[in-house]
């Protein structure tokens, strides 16, 4: 038997000969669709990426299937939408604090408690930036309430963000599977 735990006899049949080829396409797709599932979930749980997953999942069809995939315009495309659900997704916050009358010491607050939180998990991603953006306008100055306000701002911008990062995955997905079956069609 060899890695792959397949018999040198059986490698040698013409049954195996027959099954190899036919088999590829379906185990290429399946591990595509095995990581973009792993995305979208990830845009609902914060331990695991989201749209780099669904990203990751296109590119590794596209170089096993070669000309079998999809296009490079479509790769293109679920690359421009990963890298802007990304950015989109680290100014929500930011964007949430700002809304609900936050000052650029709350925007600069929550930013900060967002990369801080990145390193503490789930209770981090949440609690980071609202707390950054509570602490940064207290000590502006602000009362409790305003910074409160603010901070709750950077809560919301946290859950648009993952809202955002939600509806992202599934367009990459649909557009990469509508390339696919396109192709295959």
């Given at each position: 038997m060899d890695k792959s735990g397949v018999s040198k006899e059986f490698r040698r049949s013409p049954l195996w000969h027959d099954l190899a080829p036919f088999m590829e396409p379906y185990l290429a797709i399946a591990l595509a669709c095995l990581l973009m599932v792993?995305?979208?979930l990830g845009?609902?749980?914060?331990?695991?990426?989201?749209?780099?997953?669904?990203?990751?999942g296109g590119l590794?069809?596209?170089?096993?299937?070669?000309?079998?995939?999809?296009?490079?315009s479509i790769l293109i495309i679920m690359a421009v939408l990963m890298v802007l659900s990304l950015a989109l997704e680290y100014l929500a916050s930011?964007?949430?604090?700002r809304k609900l009358g936050a000052t650029w010491r709350?925007?600069?607050g929550a930013t900060l408690g967002g990369i801080v939180g990145f390193f503490f998990?789930?209770?981090?991603?949440?609690?980071g930036p609202m707390l950054g953006a509570l602490l940064f306008e207290r000590l502006g100055g602000h009362s409790t309430q305003k910074a409160a306000k603010a901070g709750i701002?950077?809560?919301?911008?946290?859950?648009a963000g993952a809202l955002g990062k939600f509806v992202t995955a599934w367009i990459m997905v649909l557009i990469f599977m509508g390339a696919w079956l396109w192709k295959i069609l």
């Open positions: 792993a995305g979208i845009s609902l749980v914060p331990a695991l990426p989201s749209t780099p997953l669904v990203f990751l590794m069809h596209f170089l096993w299937m070669g000309e079998r995939s999809v296009p490079i930011a964007m949430g604090a709350g925007v600069l998990g789930l209770p981090g991603w949440i609690l701002g950077a809560l919301l911008g946290i859950m």
